[in-house]
């Protein structure tokens, strides 16, 4: 793919240079990269290749996601997206709108308003079968911290154990096939 001189490509496995400031990638990388935590100041273009609208919540919703395109979109249209995004606007395709107000309408709202940013990145981990001591090692904190997290999470949620937490989540679509 031809990129423009301050564009940065970066394959799977490599090292990425220092100050991004716009990831472009997949639900998958996303989900298992840790592009948010790696990254903080970056924002995140999730490339849509058929992802379905609960995906898409997920991504905009607990893993930063600034944007969704396309992937089949047109290179004017990337460009255009990347430099809205890198300037702080949100991007979204009048369809990926279309939905998410829809479900928003429709009283589909999820449980993960009221939860924080570091609440956020700890339900994934959870959900994937993390202990306590890799989720801190993975985000830079205490395991206290995490166990901190983790009980407060479970108030929201109204659960006691991490696979009541896990069922919850899927149970209302919050997450899906991590």
């Known amino acids: 793919m031809f990129l ?3 564009l940065h490509e970066v394959g799977e496995g490599e090292k990425a240079p220092r100050g991004l400031d716009v990831i472009v990638t997949d639900y998958f990388t996303l989900l298992s990269g840790g592009l948010a935590s790696r990254f903080p100041g970056a924002k ?14 997920i991504a905009l919703l607990l893993f930063r996601v600034r944007g969704i395109l396309q992937s089949d979109a047109s290179p004017h249209l990337f460009l255009k997206a990347l430099d809205r995004i890198q300037k702080g606007d949100l991007w979204l395709d009048h369809a990926t709108a279309e939905e998410l107000l829809s479900l ?22 959870v959900c994937r079968g993390h202990k ?8 830079g904190i205490s395991v ?19 696979s009541q937490l ?3 989540v899927m149970g209302n679509d919050i997450l899906d096939h991590l």
């Not at 999730?46 to 609960?54: A, K, N, Y």
């Not at 928003?104 to 981990?125: A, M, N, Q, W």
């Not at 983790?150 to 006691?160: C, E, H, I, T, Y």
């Open 4 to 6: 423009p001189s301050h």
């Open 44 to 57: 995140i273009l999730l490339l849509d290749t058929g992802l379905s609208i609960v995906k898409k919540r």
């Open 104 to 125: 928003s309408r429709d009283g589909h709202t999820s449980d993960i308003k009221g939860l924080t940013r570091r609440e956020r990145e700890v339900i994934p981990l």
């Open 144 to 162: 206290s911290t995490v166990k901190a997290l983790l009980s407060r999470v479970f108030r929201k949620f109204g659960v006691s154990t991490r």
């Open 166 to 168: 896990q069922a919850a």
């Open 132 to 139: 306590n001591e890799e989720i801190a090692l993975q985000l």
